[in-house]
């Protein structure tokens, strides 16, 4: 839900691989970018600004193979909006894009150009610049999926994750 505007819904269909737009709560649905992303999040202080992380949710819980071709397509990775969903484009990094497989997503309350990204291989990584450069944040974490982030309400400066599986 656009925090802007409640009327503005963007929902991910994995039916059609599709986002699909409302403009009017909900009402009507028009079938935007063929892409199916599997987390959505609108900047809550810019929600013109949108990121989405397109990976099959099917390869993040195990129901199929990490080797199925869902999982290892080049259009996997992280998308950004900056018209409020309704053009996408690939992130430029090849941290967070061209197969990468996105965990988490989460976006800074007060600025729309700092996200948080958890991937499969690259751990936690932070952009300051809207997703176009991208630093780790892997120090003391252990070596295991990141699978939640979670940017803690009193201090937005503290990121939590939660880790998937047993070391």
């Not at 503005?8 to 009402?27: C, F, I, N």
């Not at 609108?42 to 929600?47: K, L, V």
């Not at 992130?91 to 499969?120: E, F, M």
Request: hydrophobic fraction near 35%; glycine fraction near 10%.
């Amino acid at each position: 839900v656009d925090p802007s505007n409640a009327d503005h819904l963007l929902y991910l269909s994995k039916e059609l691989a599709s986002l699909l737009t409302s403009y009017d709560g909900g009402q009507t649905w028009s079938v935007g970018q063929a892409f199916a992303p599997n987390r959505i999040l609108f900047a809550p202080s810019d929600p013109k600004t949108v990121y989405a992380g397109a990976f099959p949710l099917d390869c993040v819980d195990g129901t199929i193979s990490s080797q199925d071709p869902a999982c290892t397509s080049q259009s996997n990775g992280l998308y950004i909006s900056n018209d409020g969903g309704q053009t996408w484009a690939a992130a430029p990094s090849q941290q967070v894009s061209g197969g990468v497989q996105i965990n988490a997503l989460v976006v800074h309350p007060r600025d729309a150009q700092t996200v948080y990204v958890a991937t499969n291989d690259g751990g936690v990584l932070k952009s300051t610049d809207g997703g176009q450069n991208w630093m780790q944040l892997n120090s003391g974490l252990p070596t295991l999926p990141v699978s939640v982030l979670a940017i803690a309400p009193s201090n937005p400066e503290i990121l939590f994750t939660a880790m998937k599986g047993t070391e």
